[in-house]
């Protein structure tokens, strides 16, 4: 009997309400749906009347449609909150992956279903790949790509349509592949929907829902997927346009920074190129440039004369260990070098002011030399007349040094210095090796307070010692100095010491001669390109030296004996003498001596200690005879 029929009798409003009391129950503590079909069977089951049964039936019916709205509203609700929820996420959007995630476990969720997964569209590759999945339990499933057509997600991402299939294996309207069969079969998916996700007109990927048994998914939770795919749309062009927002603001800031490091260093390279040209016109000096190089770069700037191994003559700053040096040269030949100390990582407009700096220091050294060369002019006389002519009045010849800041009442010495190479050179090339000599030394002469002239295919100079200085040292200097400005080796020779340069006459002469003999001798040695004296080449030099200088050449050669003779009460002096005489024969020294050979050899070892290891070489022991017959012919004309 339905609701409808006219000729059904109405029931008393108590026994109507008697009959719906039980389903208000229900109702209110939200009943499953078989729960409802209880009240009736009871009443049956009391003998109830027909009338009461199918009163029952309509409070049935009537409660299970409310019950079916509250359902639905509360579905909505449900779904309303979720996707409220989706949009919250969206508008504090930070990691795109994790709100794509939320969306798939909402979905899956919402809809009821084991699996709910999200494809993106890879333009590059023409298809589909797995982005997100949630209830997934098959690593091959969710590493699938799908061709576009292939599979119903393909259809989907073809066609932009949403597709739904009870049965994926039965169904035919799209194309199946093994890879994605064994996929789905894998996960153990029947029942799959579908929905594009959108970007105007584009689709950029697909949103699923699935189950593992046949199920049909209704109009409503198309929808719903379809809500939730727009959702996750959106949410993708927003992480885009994220990305591409912080990329563009990283490329503008790397422009801006660009702009303001170039804008710094045109700010330097201006300040650096106004400040040289102060220098230059106000006339300062290698230091000013190094001091105001300094200032420019933040660092430490300091000129060194002479090459350096790393400085290249082209003129290019390089690196060097932490440092940067530019070589200062001009016409081939090497002043010295800038080095920019704690500068490791220069930049390149920096190098360039630095080489530029390297540059005007050469220009102002030029200048200067130009400036100084009436100097070293004036210089030269001074030195050729001390040669020359030696009778010329002591107290103007003095004046004059004076006026040249070169001081005649200290120790100076004559240095013979001449270039030399394995094979002659053409008759321009000599000529041009001896201006290049000529200028460097007059220089060098300069800056220690001394004089220089060219003279006999070489240079001459007269250059003081200093307190603790010998005419040795001297001369390994200015050789070492000579040979690096020049790139060329350079051989001097120097004379013994002349006290007081303008006191005798002729002093300056035979001390030139005595330089230009130990050159000599250092070129017949093969020692060209070394700086040495008279007392560095022994006995040869003895016989080189005008001055004779016996007592020191007896000192410089056994003096150490001597000493420890004198000190000690032994008699080494005399065992060197016998064991000479006895054709260096220990056995043939104990006899002459009247010792034992033991003796005689701790003699000999005490010896080696004082003079060397090597003093039984030819050579030495040569001078070590020559010396011990000075020696004795000085003790017999003393006595």
């Not at 049935?60 to 509360?74: C, D, H, Q, Y």
């Not at 220990?586 to 009247?594: E, F, G, I, V």
């Amino acid at each position: 009997m339905s609701d409808d029929q006219p000729d059904q009798p109405a029931l008393p409003d108590h026994l109507a309400y008697t009959e719906q009391l039980p389903y208000l129950e229900l109702l209110a503590r939200g009943a499953a749906g078989v729960a409802y079909d209880r009240p009736v069977l009871l009443a049956r089951a009391e003998g109830a009347g027909p009338e009461a049964l199918a009163a029952l039936e309509r409070a049935k019916r009537l409660a299970l449609r409310v019950r079916a709205e509250l359902e639905g509203r509360r579905r909505r609700e449900a779904e309303l909150s979720a996707l409220f929820e989706t949009a919250h996420d969206l508008a504090g959007l930070r990691d795109l992956d994790a709100v794509l995630r939320a969306i798939v476990q909402r979905a899956r969720s919402l809809l009821g279903t084991e699996v709910a997964y999200l494809s993106l569209n890879d333009p590059a590759a023409g298809d589909t790949y797995m982005r997100v999945t949630e209830g997934s339990v098959s690593a091959r499933f969710q590493q699938l790509r799908l061709g576009m057509g292939e599979g119903l997600g393909g259809l989907v991402a073809q066609t932009a349509r949403p597709y739904v299939t009870e049965s994926y294996f039965d169904d035919e309207r799209f194309r199946h592949t093994r890879a994605i069969d064994s996929g789905v079969r894998d996960e153990g998916l029947v029942a799959i929907l579908g929905v594009p996700l959108m970007l105007g007109s584009q689709v950029i990927g697909v949103l699923f829902a699935a189950d593992r048994r046949a199920r049909v998914f209704e109009r409503e939770q198309i929808a719903l997927l379809g809500s939730f795919a727009a959702h996750a749309a959106v949410a993708i062009d927003t992480a885009n346009l994220l990305a591409e927002t912080r990329t563009a603001l990283a490329e503008l800031e790397r422009a801006n920074e660009i702009i303001r490091a170039h804008s710094g260093v045109i700010e330097r390279a201006s300040d650096v190129h106004d400040r040289l040209t102060e220098l230059v016109l106000r006339g300062g000096g290698v230091q000013d440039v190094a001091a105001a190089l300094a200032e420019v770069l933040g660092g430490t700037v300091e000129f060194t004369e002479g090459p350096l191994p790393a400085a290249h003559g082209d003129g290019h700053a390089v690196r060097h260990g932490d440092d940067w040096v530019a070589a200062v040269s001009a016409g081939g030949e090497v002043f010295g070098a800038l080095v920019v100390h704690g500068h490791p990582d220069l930049d390149p407009v920096d190098r360039r002011t630095l080489e530029r700096a390297a540059m005007v220091t050469s220009l102002l050294l030029l200048a200067r030399r130009s400036a100084g060369e009436a100097e070293q002019r004036v210089r030269g006389e001074l030195l050729d007349d001390l040669l020359d002519a030696p009778d010329r009045d002591r107290r103007l010849l003095k004046e004059r040094a004076a006026r040249l800041r070169t001081d005649f009442d200290v120790p100076h010495a004559v240095l013979a210095a001449r270039i030399d190479r394995p094979a002659p050179g053409s008759v321009e090339r000599d000529g041009a090796d001896r201006q290049r000599l000529w200028s460097a030394a007059s220089h060098l002469a300069a800056t220690r307070h001394g004089l220089a002239s060219a003279r006999d295919g070489g240079t001459v100079l007269l250059l003081p010692l200093g307190p603790d200085g010998t005419a040795a040292d001297l001369a390994r200097q200015v050789a070492r100095h000579l040979g690096g400005a020049l790139r060329e080796p350079v051989t001097v020779g120097a004379s013994s010491p002349v006290d007081e340069p303008a006191a005798r006459p002729g002093a300056i002469s035979a001390a030139y001669t005595e330089a230009r003999r130990c050159l000599e001798a250092l070129r017949l040695l093969g020692r060209s390109g070394e700086g040495a004296a008279a007392q560095d080449l022994g006995f040869l030099g003895l016989l080189l030296a005008d001055t004779r200088d016996i007592a020191g050449f007896v000192t410089r050669t056994i003096g150490q004996v001597i000493a420890y003779d004198r000190r000690r009460g032994t008699d080494l002096v005399r065992t060197l003498d016998a064991y000479f005489a006895s054709g260096m024969s220990p056995a043939r020294t104990k006899d002459a001596l009247h010792v034992h050979v033991n003796t005689v050899a701790q003699r000999l070892e005490r010896i080696a200690c004082l003079l060397g290891p090597d003093w039984q070489s030819p050579a030495r022991a040569l001078e070590v005879q020559l010396a011990l017959r000075l020696h004795s012919m000085s003790a017999a004309v003393t006595h």
